[in-house]
């Protein structure tokens, strides 16, 4: 009976060390508390971001227990915009021009809302503005859009054209489009799409000017984040109220290299577009891990823009986790070349419930590690070595001197 208790305690012992062992590869945990259902979420937090890989790989959820450690299936869910675009039938009635423009009226062939209109024309420099209107019987008008902008320019300075007709939902059976200019605008074609659109959940990232350097006909931005945060928007107010088009692209620092000139920066692209008083001067591109951002605007020959601010902004990060059984949970984070784990519940992502109760994380402790041992040297201190070495040395000499005088 001693044996089977003494063997029972000694897996049981063992299997607390490999749940710790497990927990011990990583350098930083959280504890996770709140948990009363099944399925539960976790917002990653600032402090979680700056020490994790930048491929987000390192990242477990680890449940101890007094016989057992649980690693705890999750789904990393990135609350990114959602654009789905559905091209609309329709049918060109007529055409037409008069003193005032262009006009083409068209038919929707099905009864569907619709948001966007995007249109291609065979010239390739323009500024015209267009008016929109909507109609169910072809008698009465209501005006959808007014005096909207659109451009095209193409030199050895810049390519840009703006020319989709972007509004709120409208559901009519005609439309009819007037391009306000005394020249055949020569529209080549013409798409009528309705986007369905499910918003991003962003985060907004304060934001640090380092530099705000001129030369050689170029604009240079350093932004400081503080630390490593998550990054996918990136907008650019500009005080100017005159017209610009101005090429701009934007990077991260992804590494540094100490040279005899001092630290060297190494870039990593984000986006790049045109700066332009049209638009709302807002890039999306894909979720970077940065700390230290750099834009830079092309101005040609054109004078600098007064830069008001910068806003930076990140997709909201969540884990989706599923637990099975009560133990002491923490969020295990920062571990060099992790794998991306595999779990099965990403095969049945619709058997996850809407409503998520969000857990709580408490602060971050650093996860200790084990030393290895090492065996002190017989003699700390030199002078005693040294002592030992002229003791050997005088007894040998003390040796040769007594078989020279034998000789």
Same mark, same amino acid.
């Given at each position: 009976?001693?044996?089977?208790?003494?063997?029972?305690?000694?897996?049981?012992?063992?299997?607390c060390s490999i749940a710790v062992?497990?927990?011990?590869?990583?350098?930083?945990?959280?504890?996770?508390?709140?948990? +009363?259902?099944?399925?539960?979420?976790?917002?990653?937090?600032?402090?979680?971001?700056?020490?994790?890989?930048?491929?987000?790989?390192?990242?477990?959820?680890?449940?101890?227990?007094?016989?057992?450690?649980?690693?705890?299936?999750?789904?990393?869910?990135?609350?990114?915009?959602?654009?789905?675009?559905?091209?609309?039938?329709?049918? !060109? !009635?007529?055409?037409?021009?008069? %003193?005032?423009?262009?006009?083409? $009226?068209?038919?929707?062939?099905?009864?569907?809302?619709?948001?966007?209109?995007? &249109?291609?024309?065979?010239?390739?420099?323009?500024?015209?503005?267009?008016?929109?209107?909507?109609?169910?019987?072809?008698?009465?008008?209501?005006?959808?859009?007014?005096? =909207?902008? #659109?451009?095209?320019?193409?030199?050895?300075?810049?390519?840009f054209s703006f020319t989709d007709?972007?509004?709120?939902?409208?559901?009519?059976?005609?439309?009819?489009?007037?391009?306000?200019?005394?020249?055949?605008?020569?529209?080549?074609?013409?798409?009528?799409?309705?986007?369905?659109?499910?918003?991003?959940?962003?985060? +907004?990232?304060?934001?640090?000017?380092?530099?705000?350097?001129?030369?050689?006909?170029?604009?240079?931005?350093? !932004?400081?984040?503080?630390q490593r945060l998550p990054l996918?928007? #990136?907008?650019?107010?500009?005080?100017?109220?005159?017209?610009?088009?101005?090429?701009?692209?934007?990077? =991260?620092?992804?590494?540094?290299?100490?040279?005899?000139? @001092? #630290?060297? =920066?190494?870039?990593?692209?984000?986006?790049? @577009?045109?700066?332009?008083?049209?638009?709302?001067?807002?890039?999306?591109?894909?979720?970077?891990?940065? *700390?230290?951002?750099?834009?830079?605007?092309?101005?040609?020959?054109?004078?600098?823009?007064? #830069?008001?601010?910068?806003?930076?902004?990140?997709?909201?990060?969540?884990?989706?986790?599923?637990?099975?059984?009560?133990?002491?949970?923490?969020?295990?984070?920062?571990? $060099?070349?992790?794998?991306?784990?595999?779990?099965?519940?990403?095969?049945?992502?619709?058997?996850?419930?809407?409503?998520? %109760?969000? &857990? $709580?994380?408490?602060?971050?402790?650093?996860?200790? *590690?084990?030393?290895?041992? %090492?065996?002190?040297? !017989?003699?700390?201190?030199?002078?005693?070595?040294?002592?030992?070495?002229?003791?050997?040395? &005088?007894?040998?000499?003390?040796? %040769?001197?007594?078989?020279?005088?034998?000789?």
């Amino acid at each position: 009976m001693n044996l089977k208790i003494n063997v029972l305690f000694f897996f049981g012992c063992l299997s607390c060390s490999i749940a710790v062992a497990q927990l011990a590869t990583y350098d930083h945990k959280m504890e996770v508390s709140g948990i +009363t259902d099944q399925w539960h979420k976790i917002a990653l937090t600032d402090p979680v971001f700056s020490k994790i890989g930048a491929d987000l790989n390192d990242i477990r959820i680890y449940g101890i227990t007094a016989n057992d450690t649980i690693e705890v299936p999750y789904l990393l869910q990135i609350a990114s915009e959602k654009r789905t675009p559905k091209e609309v039938g329709f049918k !060109l !009635l007529n055409s037409a021009s008069n %003193t005032k423009g262009h006009y083409f $009226t068209y038919k929707i062939m099905a009864s569907e809302a619709i948001n966007e209109i995007q &249109l291609d024309f065979n010239k390739e420099n323009f500024d015209w503005n267009i008016r929109l209107e909507g109609s169910q019987d072809q008698k009465e008008w209501f005006t959808i859009l007014k005096d =909207y902008r #659109i451009l095209s320019i193409k030199n050895d300075q810049t390519d840009f054209s703006f020319t989709d007709l972007k509004f709120l939902d409208s559901k009519y059976r005609y439309y009819r489009l007037l391009v306000k200019s005394d020249k055949n605008p020569e529209l080549n074609t013409a798409k009528i799409v309705r986007n369905v659109k499910s918003g991003a959940e962003y985060k +907004t990232h304060t934001t640090t000017y380092i530099d705000v350097t001129t030369k050689n006909k170029e604009t240079l931005i350093d !932004l400081d984040l503080k630390q490593r945060l998550p990054l996918s928007f #990136i907008k650019i107010n500009v005080q100017n109220d005159f017209d610009y088009y101005r090429p701009y692209s934007i990077a =991260y620092v992804s590494d540094s290299v100490q040279t005899e000139k @001092g #630290i060297k =920066y190494q870039y990593t692209d984000l986006g790049s @577009g045109i700066l332009n008083s049209i638009e709302k001067n807002g890039l999306r591109f894909n979720s970077a891990l940065a *700390k230290e951002i750099r834009i830079s605007i092309q101005n040609f020959d054109n004078q600098p823009l007064q #830069i008001d601010a910068v806003e930076a902004k990140g997709y909201v990060h969540e884990l989706v986790a599923r637990f099975s059984e009560p133990a002491d949970y923490y969020l295990a984070y920062g571990k $060099t070349n992790a794998k991306k784990p595999q779990y099965d519940i990403s095969y049945s992502v619709s058997n996850i419930p809407e409503k998520l %109760t969000l &857990l $709580t994380l408490g602060d971050e402790q650093a996860i200790a *590690k084990k030393r290895t041992a %090492t065996i002190a040297p !017989l003699f700390e201190n030199k002078i005693w070595l040294w002592a030992i070495m002229g003791v050997v040395i &005088l007894v040998l000499g003390g040796f %040769t001197l007594k078989m020279m005088a034998k000789k």
